[in-house]
């Protein structure tokens, strides 16, 4: 039996989950900053005797939408102990002692990219899946020198944080609002989630109008200066199949590569591969994997987990 103990997040554990996670603490103080996330009911650790954080789970709900969102991630100096396992049912037991009707709700899980040990420990606990998302990755060379030209009648407006906010919150949830996996979160959710990230410069982001409308969108982000990201690119439904979302994640390479970056990455579904590597030759790099409870997630006296998409 492992010596490691579960517990519940202490504030003071954020530095190390930083370290665990291989993440940098101001990311990662962002993130769990996050209005729909409270850690110290939301998370649970695995401690050594000597007090060192070898892993953690965790559940964010989303009230409006009846679902939630989980996380699992354990050392690979530890793993195959069992620790994952415990994580999650302690992660679950919480989650119902807090919101007894959780055992109905879908709980959807991120997995990390290409964990597939993790993967497997979930698959047994009778989840299914549902989506295979995918980091993307292109190298920037001398292909991306000259920028792509707008459809006719749309042109380039800069982005007033204080002025141009809600109407960007707004034309991005317009143009997500069939996806799969859509977020139902409020103004001030998405300002937290796109605004108070460490990266944010209003200068990556490109908005694209036609008259009044904002046609088009691509949020972009300088990461830790050397890989740069493209978050989020959305089309009115108005200017679809006009060539505005190749032209904005052309023009978004333009600018990473004018900027001195190399490598810049992307994250899409499979959908948003083919549309990302057929425009700009973006390839793939790694999975990761997104999956749902059965409808039996958190069942009292038991600790149903996930399985990951086709390994």
Avoid at 32 to 43: G, L, N, S, V
Wanted: hydrophobic share 45%; proline share 6%.
């Amino acid at each position: 039996m492992s010596d490691v103990a579960i517990r519940t997040y202490q504030p003071d554990d954020l530095p190390a989950l930083a370290v665990l996670l291989d993440e940098p603490l101001d990311r990662l103080r962002w993130r769990w900053a996050a209005p729909d996330f409270q850690p110290e009911t939301d998370c649970w650790v695995a401690v050594t005797p000597v007090n060192r954080i070898v892993g953690v789970c965790f559940f964010t709900l989303k009230e409006r939408e009846s679902r939630g969102w989980g996380s699992l991630w354990v050392h690979p100096d530890y793993q195959g102990q069992g620790i994952g396992m415990r994580l999650l049912a302690a992660a679950e037991a919480g989650l119902l002692v807090r919101r007894p009707d959780a055992a109905e709700l879908p709980i959807l899980f991120h997995l990390g990219e290409n964990d597939f040990r993790a993967a497997n420990l979930l698959l047994k606990r009778g989840y299914e899946p549902v989506r295979q998302p995918f980091s993307m990755r292109i190298e920037l060379n001398e292909r991306h020198d000259s920028p792509m030209e707008l459809p006719a009648g749309v042109v380039l407006r800069d982005f007033d944080a204080e002025c141009d906010w809600r109407a960007v919150y707004a034309a991005d949830r317009a143009a997500f609002a069939a996806n799969w996996g859509f977020d139902l979160i409020t103004p001030e959710e998405w300002r937290h989630e796109h605004m108070a990230r460490p990266d944010f410069e209003a200068r990556l982001w490109l908005l694209a109008y036609a008259g009044e409308t904002l046609a088009g969108l691509c949020l972009n982000y300088p990461g830790d200066g050397i890989v740069g990201h493209l978050d989020t690119m959305g089309v009115h439904a108005d200017w679809r199949r006009r060539g505005l979302g190749a032209a904005l994640v052309r023009l978004s390479l333009h600018e990473f590569r004018r900027r001195g970056f190399m490598p810049l990455f992307a994250w899409a579904w499979t959908r948003g591969i083919r549309q990302l590597s057929g425009c700009t030759g973006v390839w793939v790099c790694a999975w990761s994997g997104a999956a749902r409870s059965t409808g039996k997630c958190c069942r009292k006296g038991s600790c149903p987990g996930i399985c990951p998409p086709n390994l």
